[in-house]
């Protein structure tokens, strides 16, 4: 089966890290960009990151630039989002989200079912 | 950054009538680089159009999507009862950076 698997969420301080894991399976992995996006309780969605098939090309979206690294281990299967001095503002639900094809400047054709994070002292 | 604005914010109507959405960019969106997605309550998005006007594998073909440079738009020509929920508009391959509208919630009315 196609399906994207997150997992790492909680609940976490104020500046404070989190490193979000995303288990990929059904598809060749390696072959696709893999993407970050948001959803803070009751709002819209927000990309925060994407990443190339081979991890050549890397964007941020200027809300998390300097705090958030993506990355990348084609040989297990998975996406990461590591997460350092997180805010209030960072709480939402992370999803997991697939591109079309190995540049990560396109659309997401295929979703996990995310994974909650909550920022809170 | 491109910015999305989707209009309505909210729009109120009837199983077997038509729906138009709006998503107007703030500069021209390149090679009609624009996506559709819906999503429904608990769930993920899921995509429905791409290139501004391709639907997606499985998607009905009530869906259709129009439009170039900065003016998009998302027509379901009858709706279904499974067709009220929340729907963004992105636009992807533009100065590195992806962005999403705020979403136009469709309700039964």
């Known amino acids: 089966e196609v399906q994207l698997v997150e997992s790492g969420g909680g609940l976490v301080q104020p500046g404070r890290s989190l490193r979000l894991s995303c288990a990929a399976s059904g598809f060749t992995f390696d072959d696709y960009a893999m993407h970050w996006v948001r959803q803070a309780p009751g709002k819209g969605l927000e990309w925060v990151s994407g990443?190339?098939?081979?991890?050549?090309?890397?964007g941020y979206a200027d809300s998390v630039k300097g705090r958030f690294t993506i990355s990348r281990d084609n040989a297990k299967n998975s996406l990461y989002l590591q997460m350092n001095s997180l805010r209030a503002e960072d709480t939402a639900l992370y999803y997991c989200?697939?591109?079309?094809?190995?540049?990560?400047?396109?659309?997401?054709?295929?979703w996990g079912r995310g994974t909650l994070v909550t920022v809170s002292s | 950054e491109i910015v999305l604005t989707q209009s309505p914010g909210t729009l109120s109507l009837s199983p077997g009538e038509r729906a138009t959405l709006s998503c107007r960019a703030s500069?021209?969106?390149?090679?009609?680089?624009l996506a559709w997605y819906q999503q429904k309550p608990g769930q993920a998005p899921r995509l429905l159009i791409y290139?501004?006007?391709s639907r997606a594998t499985g998607i009905p073909d009530r869906f259709s999507g129009s439009g170039s440079g900065t003016d998009f738009t998302l027509t379901i020509s009858r709706l279904e009862p499974e067709d009220f929920a929340v729907y963004y508009c992105q636009q992807y391959g533009s100065s590195r950076s992806i962005t999403f509208g705020q979403g136009t919630r469709l309700e039964i009315k």
């Open positions: 990443i190339s098939w081979n991890s050549g090309s890397i």
């Open positions: 989200a697939k591109g079309p094809y190995g540049d990560f400047l396109w659309y997401f054709d295929l």
């Open positions: 290139g501004a006007s």
């Open positions: 500069q021209s969106v390149s090679s009609s680089y």
